[in-house]
């Protein structure tokens, strides 16, 4: 029983590839007559019977001929996989019920050119690529993320049916792939209650109230704040110039788990934090975010945005 559990395994290679790229060898592909093929292979035995029956040269000849036809296409379908070379690219995150774009690059380092490679996960959309002779082509394959965390997408398919779709070809490379799926953001009004002053600022950092000079703009900086004038005074070349304040309280608005408790549904609630980071981004906001065992200190800026959303994909999972 344990031999033929592992029979899968050893036919199809379903370990991952950790070596890079992934190159397709001959034990790698598989090949077997398509619907087509069998018909075709079907009508050649019935024109063989024929020509036998009635002792026709010709009909002989024609078969033979057919048949030769065929053989070669199932070379040329094995060859349009054979020696390719596999490169997994880095995914950018996304939210529930999007679609993830694993970029791969495919590497021809033969003459002959590849055409019609169909690249596909598991029951997810199938995208076709041509690879010219001695070049490489890059493509981004789709995946339907339906739930948040660390996703997974599995097994590559990758197969043709070039050049007369009497065969197909297959391989099954298991790139290290990997994307951080976020919450679908619930968009609800901010959580007023929770804005908070952080009064010990005073004398340069965060103030709101005096306005201290000039400064160079950073990541994080709110584009409210860039002193427009001064910069149509100054060079391209030179950066941006923002005000900066100080004295006076910074407002910082803590989105909360406990706020969320009117919800029952962990989900929801997740989504409703997410849509709060979202809505505080978009406001030009510093937030912050406590979770029962997280806690992201008050920021703002890109960087900022997509680390709160990471720990909420990744809340609850143990490999966090």
Not at 3 to 26: G, H, K, Y
Not at 155 to 174: E, K, N
Not at 178 to 197: D, N, Q
Request: contains cysteine; charged residues 20%.
């Amino acid at each position: 029983m344990r031999r033929l559990a592992s029979l899968p395994r050893c036919l199809f290679r379903l370990r991952r590839d950790e070596q890079l790229p992934i190159v397709l060898t001959q034990r790698r592909i598989f090949i077997l007559p398509t619907r087509g093929g069998v018909l075709f292979t079907v009508v050649l035995a019935v024109m063989l019977i024929g020509a036998i029956n009635y002792n026709l040269s010709l009909g002989h000849a024609l078969v033979f001929l057919l048949a030769g036809l065929g053989i070669v296409a199932m070379i040329h379908t094995f060859r349009n996989l054979y020696g390719l070379r596999l490169t997994p690219g880095r995914a950018e995150a996304v939210f529930a019920g999007e679609l993830v774009r694993f970029p791969m690059q495919v590497d021809n380092p033969h003459q002959p050119p590849r055409r019609a490679l169909e690249f596909s996960f598991a029951a997810q959309p199938v995208v076709t690529v041509n690879v010219p002779a001695a070049g490489h082509a890059t493509l981004a394959i789709p995946f339907l993320a339906r739930r948040r965390g660390r996703l997974d997408p599995g097994r590559l398919t990758l197969s043709t049916r070039y050049p007369l779709g009497l065969f197909r070809a297959w391989s099954y490379p298991h790139p290290m792939l990997s994307c951080v799926v976020y919450p679908r953001p619930i968009r609800t009004p901010l959580p007023a209650s929770s804005l908070t002053s952080d009064a010990g600022r005073h004398q340069g950092e965060g103030g709101q109230e005096d306005f201290a000079g000039l400064r160079p703009r950073q990541i994080s900086d709110p584009t409210r704040h860039i002193a427009w004038k001064a910069v149509a005074r100054r060079s391209d070349e030179q950066p941006l110039l923002v005000k900066h304040f100080a004295g006076g309280s910074a407002e910082e608005l803590w989105l909360d788990w406990s706020l969320t408790s009117g919800e029952g549904d962990p989900e929801v609630r997740l989504s409703i934090l997410a849509g709060w980071i979202m809505g505080a981004e978009e406001q030009e906001l510093r937030y912050g975010l406590r979770l029962p065992e997280h806690t992201v200190l008050p920021a703002q800026g890109p960087a900022h945005r997509a680390d709160c959303l990471q720990v909420l994909a990744l809340h609850g999972q143990p490999d966090r």
